[in-house]
């Protein structure tokens, strides 16, 4: 063995200490009181251990903009709007380092597999897809990055778009996206994005039913061409936060029909806390659809980062811990079996939505792991614990210290 990471507790039996034994970047053992040598230990020293963190939903491109955006005026954020004002100003040497500075923050907060979702149309052109696909090489030793591009400035309304989208497809980008509220046609945008994911098989990934009403809903149409594409499985929508206006005689059912679908839904849950109730000055709506709720229907669901630093977000670390932490607040979920279940959007739910092979503490399965200074999953995000350690293909990548306090007199004779 390469390694052997030993007093490890895992996130589904945290009462049981196990040893996990790495060779040649796979994890080959896992058991108590390991008998074998390596050249490198780790004592995790009781804490957890889980696989990597799966961020499936963030924009790398477009982070760290706030401070060259127009101000926010009023309740209307005219997010779009701002950062399309200042896209004309992203060469190639600036996307790649804010960018980089965005996915390092993502990595020191055990990020070991991430979706980038990249914008693609005349504005940008193909910038920030060229980045992002460059940091997926260089940071390959610390994270698998696949690319889901998407028209974000509209599809039907945007002529040139589309032949970008073709052309990232065939550059390597895994998936397609859309955003058809800022399409003039979003029933046209949504038909052309399964023809085109059919077209050159790949996966969709779409920015879906961002509102504050209950309709109307693009979810319904959604659902239909996934079951008509036969792509069940492989479709996911990211915000939907009309779910969080529906009556429950409505919400019911439309979960059922969601998951029925196989069509998997990603909460971001700081800009769509951000992002909603702007027609309100008083009793503002949280618009943050319940995943727990979802979940318990049979949906497969996700948490999620979205954007850090840029007119949608004005803020954020690249923590999934904390979206789960503010998730719970918001939605008031405080079961330890309900801080479990959002714990799992960020490991073992995200990576089934992301449809990855071979994820998780098993043997035989990459040696991707976070060390969390907690002993349970729901520790962990009831408390923001961080992460001590993280590990790509057995190789350590991060390293956080403890803090340490230091009372008066300590140490003095």
């Not at 030993?6 to 790495?22: F, K, M, Q, S």
């Amino acid at each position: 063995m390469d390694l052997i990471l030993r007093n490890a507790r895992l996130p589904h039996a945290p009462e049981t200490l196990v040893d996990i034994g790495v060779k040649s970047g796979k994890i080959v053992a896992i058991r108590p009181n390991l008998v074998a040598d390596a050249p490198q230990t780790h004592d995790a020293g009781g804490c957890l251990v889980c696989a990597g963190f799966c961020e499936t939903h963030i924009h790398l491109e477009k982070s760290r903009i706030i401070d060259r955006c127009a101000p926010e005026q009023g309740r209307n954020p005219m997010a779009m709007q701002r950062v399309s004002a200042v896209k004309h100003s992203f060469t190639p040497e600036d996307i790649l380092a804010r960018a980089q500075k965005t996915l390092e923050r993502c990595i020191e907060n055990g990020a070991t597999r991430m979706r980038a979702h990249v914008e693609v149309d005349p504005l940008i052109g193909l910038r920030g897809f060229d980045a992002v696909q460059h940091l997926a090489r260089d940071y390959a030793w610390a994270i698998d990055i696949e690319i889901c591009v998407f028209p974000q400035e509209g599809l039907t309304n945007s002529p040139g778009t589309e032949p970008l989208l073709i052309e990232a497809l065939r550059r390597g980008a895994k998936l397609i996206g859309a955003a058809p509220s800022f399409d003039t046609d979003p029933a046209a945008q949504i038909r052309r994005i399964f023809e085109l994911a059919h077209a050159h098989s790949v996966d969709i990934d779409m920015h879906l039913d961002s509102g504050d009403t209950p309709d109307p809903a693009d979810i319904h149409q959604v659902c239909a061409l996934t079951e008509q594409y036969k792509l069940q499985g492989r479709v996911a929508v990211g915000h939907m936060t009309r779910l969080s206006t529906m009556p429950q005689a409505t919400l019911d059912p439309l979960m059922r029909r969601i998951a029925e679908a196989g069509v998997a839904v990603t909460v971001l849950p700081a800009t769509d806390l951000f992002m909603s109730g702007r027609d309100q000055t008083e009793n503002i709506r949280r618009g943050l659809a319940d995943v727990n709720r979802l979940a318990a229907a049979g949906v497969t669901c996700s948490l999620a980062t979205n954007n850090i630093l840029n007119p949608f977000t004005p803020m954020g670390d690249g923590s999934l811990i904390r979206m789960a932490n503010l998730q719970a607040n918001c939605c008031q979920v405080s079961t330890p079996s309900g801080m479990r279940a959002l714990f799992a959007m960020l490991t073992t739910d995200a990576a089934r939505l992301m449809n990855l092979p071979n994820y998780g503490i098993a043997p035989g399965n990459p040696a991707d792991f976070v060390i969390i200074d907690a002993t349970t999953p729901e520790q962990t995000v009831a408390e923001l614990r961080p992460p001590l350690a993280v590990y790509k293909s057995g190789r350590r990548t991060v390293t956080r210290a403890r803090p340490i306090l230091h009372p008066p007199g300590i140490g003095k004779p």
